[in-house]
Nanobody, 124 residues
Framework: QVQLVESGGGLVQPGGSLTLSCVASSSVFSSYAVGWYRQAPGNQRELVAGISNGGRTTKYTDSVKDRFTISRDNAKKTANLQMTGLKQGDSAVYYC?????????????????WGQGTQVTVSS
């Protein structure tokens, strides 16, 4: 069972940037697709960005396209989410998760492991 730990959240002003990091406990991380999800109070958890196991394929929810970038380094067992142009609507708890297949990232019930989450607050 792989364990995931997120870091990098915090308070940032609108228009600012943050980079979230997810570190995995096992090298099996390289065989899994990775997703970054977020959940704001009263909202369902949504997939923000996903990346395939080899890193060649990515996808983003429309609201973050051209502002967020997902990446991974399998040798370091890490996945990052670089966030720029942050808006108040981006405020949420952000979670890293892994799934056996890239297509499974679209379903929040499919990932096999989740991190504990990191809070991102965008406010002036």
């Amino acid at each position: 069972q792989v364990q995931l730990v997120e870091s990098g959240g915090g308070l940032v002003q609108p228009g600012g940037s943050l980079t979230l990091s997810c570190v995995a406990s096992s090298s099996v991380f390289s065989s899994y697709a990775v997703g970054w999800y977020r959940q704001a109070p009263g909202n369902q958890r949504e997939l923000v960005a996903g990346i395939s196991n080899g890193g060649r394929t990515t996808k983003y929810t429309d609201s973050v396209k051209d502002r967020f970038t997902i990446s991974r380094d399998n040798a370091k067992k890490t996945a990052n989410l670089q966030m720029t142009g942050l808006k108040q609507g981006d405020s949420a708890v952000y979670y890293c998760a892994v799934a056996r297949y890239f297509r499974d990232l679209s379903y929040s019930s499919k990932p096999i492991a989740w991190g504990q989450g990191t809070q991102v607050t965008v406010s002036s």
